[in-house]
């Protein structure tokens, strides 16, 4: 089992720049593919982007491509979102997740609020 706590989220004028972490608890931090979906107001959560156990292979929404580039460190036990080029489309609770050897997003964080003004 894992937990998650997100933090970095604040308010953006469109254009700018957040940079978004994850830091997991417990030692099997490199065993889980890591991932950060998103939900904004009367909306269903999205996914947003995801990365491989040993930080490989990206995956991302189409509509963060080449905006948002997701890291980890799994030294440090800590997954990144690293958004550039904000929009006021982006504005959202954002949320890490841990997907499990079943493929599943089994662990989920409390969420950070990031909201961009236009």
């Known amino acids: 089992q894992v937990q998650l706590v997100e933090s970095g989220g604040g308010l953006v004028q469109a254009g700018g720049s957040l940079r978004l972490s994850c830091a997991a608890s417990?030692?099997?931090?490199?065993?889980?593919?890591m991932g950060w979906f998103r939900q904004a107001p009367g909306k269903e959560r999205e996914f947003v982007a995801a990365?491989?156990?040993?930080?490989?292979?990206?995956d991302y929404a189409n509509s963060v491509k080449e905006r948002f580039i997701i890291s980890r460190d799994n030294a440090g036990n800590t997954v990144y979102l690293q958004m550039n080029s904000l929009k006021p489309d982006d504005t959202a609770v954002y949320y890490c997740a841990a997907r499990n050897g079943f493929y599943q997003w089994a662990y989920w964080g409390q969420g950070t609020q990031v909201t961009v003004s236009s």
């Open positions: 990365v491989r156990r040993d930080g490989g292979n990206a």
């Open positions: 417990g030692r099997t931090f490199n065993t889980y593919g």
